[in-house]
């Protein structure tokens, strides 16, 4: 288990599991993150899992089963594909 604490000089990245509890201490949050990024990305490629994240922080109801709106935008960094290959076969007519 990860926990972050706020401690008065920074924040600790309390790594909590079978044994006794370690502590890594950071100056900023920023330096926790990279720091913890880092860690998670290490873990998850040896095999590790996630089992569980909190808080949980999504709500309303399971929208991956209701069909998307005409004008979604969800891939609007697609749009400039679309246009340069509309004018690539223009150009061949």
């Given at each position: 288990m990860?926990?972050?604490?706020?401690?008065?000089?920074?924040?600790?990245?309390?790594?909590?599991?079978e044994?006794?509890?370690?502590?890594?201490?950071?100056?900023?949050?920023?330096?926790?993150?990279?720091?913890?990024?880092?860690m998670e990305a290490f873990l998850l490629r040896t095999g590790w899992t996630f089992v569980e994240f909190s808080p949980e922080r999504r709500t309303g109801v399971e929208r991956r089963h209701f069909p998307r709106r005409?004008?979604?935008r969800r891939r609007?960094?697609?749009?400039s594909v679309r246009l340069f290959l509309r004018q690539g076969n223009e150009r061949r007519r």
């Open positions: 990860l926990r972050r604490e706020i401690i008065e000089n920074g924040v600790n990245l309390v790594i909590a599991g044994g006794v509890p370690r502590v890594f201490s950071f100056p900023t949050i920023d330096r926790l993150i990279h720091f913890q990024n880092d005409a004008n979604d609007w960094w697609t749009d």
